[in-house]
């Protein structure tokens, strides 16, 4: 059995974050999609809420598990004993960020590979950062976000 990891803040999810999960869980028998908690990062939605959210997107997806983690991706990976984590990139600048975490992830945990899994085109420029400002000033964010997912912004205006 292959099982997978693709880790994200999902503040909130979007259409990108749900067509990779759409795309990397036809690759594995189990993909463990793990809304984690980064310090560095101020949230406009509590872990539960993203966690929530994320289950209700993924839940016609019958080998996806949507679970939440506070630590080190590593030892996350580590214990749901997970040989690849998937991390998505839009971009140049996504690509060497998600590269620098992927080599210190293998210094630090060995046998675990991580797959660079590109944006689909039509979702290159959607960030959950962009989504929450298209909301923050009233915009549509309809055609960025799962329907879920534009209700709860709304609601957070």
Do not use: W
Request: proline share 5%; net charge positive; with cysteine.
């Amino acid at each position: 059995m292959i099982k997978a990891l693709f880790p994200g803040s999902f503040d909130p999810v979007t259409n990108g974050h749900m067509s990779i999960i759409k795309r990397t869980a036809g690759l594995f028998d189990i993909l463990y999609v793990a809304v984690m908690v980064n310090p560095a990062k101020k949230y406009l939605f509590s872990p539960e809420e993203r966690l929530n959210m994320l289950k209700e997107c993924c839940k016609d997806i019958s080998n996806v598990k949507v679970i939440s983690f506070d630590g080190l991706l590593v030892n996350l990976a580590k214990k749901m004993d997970v040989g690849v984590i998937i991390k998505g990139v839009r971009n140049s600048s996504d690509f060497e960020s998600e590269f620098q975490q992927a080599q210190a992830n293998s210094m630090l945990l060995q046998g675990v590979e991580t797959f660079l899994m590109p944006s689909s085109p039509k979702d290159i420029a959607i960030s959950s950062t962009l989504v929450k400002q298209i909301a923050l000033f009233g915009g549509d964010i309809t055609p960025f976000v799962p329907k879920i997912v534009a209700e709860k912004l709304q609601k957070n205006k």
